[in-house]
């Protein structure tokens, strides 16, 4: 643990390929997103409203309540989780605070967006079915930095010495206190 906490986790081997290794599984977790997503719909708007309306020409029906219940209850367990994971390394990563706080706040925004979209199109509006393009392709989009920036993060030699947590005791900390509030 105390090579997450630090950032260290980048100069040690084991850690490092455990965390490599499960960037390759999200690369297919990336990759599959996209098969799925066409398999289903397109870039679209029409596509989209076809797919959670139903289509007469296809002869396919709406999607039902249950259906995207289910969907969604996955959906959002495991994509808390994806989000979760990916954003914590990448607060380790030599970017700024603000890039940092921009893709952890769009990394769980996009996503919950690209959710909310499909029952938006589905029980509100089928107007909303720009919306979930570009929610999907956002998220997408999203997930692809965070995955290729970690793996940089991992493969690529850093230039500076990793960060290392100040070495201080509960007990000094309490004495630098005390110590500037009774200068104050």
Known sequence: M???QNGN???QSLMKLTIIFTLVFLVGFWITN????FAKMGMTPESVQA???GSEEAFTM???YQSMLEVTHGHLAMQALVILFITHLLI????SKNVKIAFVACGFSFALLNEAASWLVRFVDPGFSILKVFAFMAFQSTLGFLIL???KFLLVKPNHAP???PDISVHQAKAEKEKTNVTD
Not at 34 to 37: L, P, Q, R, S, W
Not at 92 to 95: I, L, R
């Open 2 to 4: 105390k090579y997450m």
């Open 9 to 11: 986790f980048q100069n």
């Open 34 to 37: 996209f098969a799925m997503y």
């Open 51 to 53: 797919y959670y309306l």
């Open 62 to 64: 709406p999607r039902t």
């Open 92 to 95: 380790f990563a030599p970017y």
């Open 149 to 151: 920036a970690l793996l």
């Open 163 to 165: 960060y290392k947590m």
